[in-house]
């Protein structure tokens, strides 16, 4: 801390070099006259340790004070106790508590030591008050202005964390996003893409439909995929390109069936208005439920179940049979869904049903 007043251009040892020549010179060159070779003898431990002020400052602080008391006993006070000075002004810069305190009461021991046993007059005793005083308050504010200094250091680092973990935020959902957007989309378009040459030669009249779906999930898919990737865009407005919430939810499992999937949608209980963090939530479960059960189930049907409550939303997405296996658990896109839930304080749970296929139960607040 004592180290930052200093100027950034001039090293520390020509810092260091000065203080002692100066504190050698004031003790060394006596109030009452020319200086002695008792004054330049006592002139070196007044100022020499102050070399090592910052590392043992109690210990410096106690030899250049005893020897400046030596000087003054001695007939010899010098003209300015620079070594004194600069010694308490290293323990109210950096020293602890009980430091200071100490320093304190040994420093206004010395002065009267200095003035008493020599029988100086108070106008000497009210200048070394002053000169201390003035020293230890220099030095408390300047351990006041490091400590504010690390004190925005601190809040600048925490700044930067919450920052780096916002945009870590930001990139996962927009991962999210962009996975359950081409997932489910690349998917259907699949399912319909296979079913084609099947049902072809036995239903021509059908062709022209599944192609119209195939190309209506196409577009839906550029669709959101241009919103996810506008997020991108440091210039694009928050709300430009709203994301689908429940509301979209029976829309999806309109596009679901059209790809051939038998899907029933049931809610119980009124809608409720969601944050908007559930609403998007809610919607990418189902629409991941229904890409992995579209994907892995079997013939049998889909059932999206919605169970609005008082305190929150319950999810259930069952299908049956299929390859169960093929839902793994450490897959990103059941790792995605456990993320959105927990995102906005929900839970998730994912497996094999015990009769048969697999269920995505999801608990969402919504308040």
């Not at 070196?44 to 020897?67: C, D, E, F, I, Q």
């Not at 220099?138 to 690390?150: E, M, P």
């Not at 081409?182 to 009249?205: D, K, N, R």
Request: net charge positive; hydrophobic share 50%; proline share 6%.
């Amino acid at each position: 801390m004592i180290r930052s007043i200093r100027p950034a251009a001039i090293g520390p040892a020509v810092v260091d070099t000065a203080v002692v020549v100066a504190a050698f010179a004031g003790a060394a060159w006596p109030a009452s006259g020319s200086p002695t070779w008792w004054s330049i003898g006592l002139a070196l431990p007044a100022s020499v340790p102050l070399l090592w002020r910052t590392r043992r400052m109690m210990t410096v602080l106690a030899v250049v004070g005893a020897a400046t008391i030596a000087l003054a006993l001695a007939g010899l006070p010098p003209i300015v106790p620079f070594g004194g000075l600069v010694g308490v002004y290293t323990v109210a810069a950096i020293g602890t508590s009980w430091q200071r305190w100490a320093a304190g009461a040994a420093t206004a021991a010395g002065i009267v030591v200095s003035v008493a046993v020599p029988h100086e007059d108070l106008v000497v005793a009210r200048y070394l008050g002053i000169a201390y005083v003035a020293a230890y308050a220099l030095g408390t504010s300047v351990r006041a202005r490091d400590a504010q200094l690390a004190a925005m250091r601190e809040r600048a680092r925490r700044l930067d964390e919450e920052r780096a973990a916002a945009t870590m935020r930001e990139r996962s959902r927009i991962a999210r996003d962009l996975h359950d957007i081409v997932t489910h989309s690349v998917g259907i378009m699949i399912v319909q893409a296979e079913a084609g040459p099947v049902t072809l030669p036995a239903h021509p009249e059908k062709a022209t439909a599944t192609f119209d779906a195939i190309a209506k999930t196409g577009r839906s898919a550029l669709v959101q995929l241009r919103r996810a990737l506008g997020a991108l865009r440091a210039d694009a407005p928050a709300d430009r390109h709203p994301q689908p919430g429940t509301d979209a939810i029976p829309r999806l499992v309109e596009q679901t069936r059209a790809a051939g999937a038998t899907v029933e949608l049931i809610e119980d209980g009124p809608r409720r208005p969601v944050p908007a963090d559930v609403d998007v939530a809610a919607y990418r479960i189902v629409q991941e439920s229904l890409t992995n059960a579209v994907r892995h189930g079997g013939p049998g049907p889909i059932r999206v179940r919605l169970g609005w409550t008082a305190g929150g939303l319950a999810i259930e997405v069952t299908s049956e049979g299929g390859d169960t296996g093929s839902h793994d658990s450490a897959g990103y896109g059941l790792v995605g869904m456990r993320e959105r839930a927990r995102s906005c304080g929900g839970t998730l749970h994912a497996g094999a049903r015990a009769g048969g296929g697999f269920a995505v139960e999801a608990a969402l607040p919504v308040e």
